[in-house]
């Protein structure tokens, strides 16, 4: 799934993570499910690769994932979480009795 031109974002399903192969290194953003929700744990761009919107992007395909599979959200990444935080569009996927700031309107 293709988030940005020139950025090919996957879900390695068995690895539970959307990454982007960087040239035989790879950014991932790591996600396990628990109970109704998908949790994003951990966000890894390596550091050749920051600035170039890499995370933004598995970021867009990670939280398209949860919203096509019907699933809210839990953010452990801080990266995520501030990603969806500056992302207004998201806060709906957000699963507010883990973050009770989104439903207060706090995010």
């Known amino acids: ?3 940005q031109e020139g950025i090919n974002v996957v879900n390695n399903k068995n690895d539970l ?3 982007v192969n960087l040239n035989g290194e790879l950014a991932y953003i790591k996600y396990q499910y628990y109970k109704k929700d998908i949790a994003f744990m ?16 598995m970021a867009v395909v990670a939280l398209a994932f949860a919203k096509d599979q019907h699933r809210k959200i839990m953010l452990y990444c801080p990266f995520v979480s501030k990603y969806v935080k500056e992302h207004a569009e998201y ?3 957000v699963d507010t009795d883990y973050h009770p700031s989104f439903k207060l309107g706090k995010a």
């Open 91 to 93: 806060h709906s996927l």
């Open 17 to 19: 993570q959307f990454e």
């Open 42 to 57: 951990h966000t890894v761009v390596p550091d050749a690769f920051r600035g170039k919107g890499i995370g933004g992007a």
């Open 1 to 3: 799934m293709a988030a």
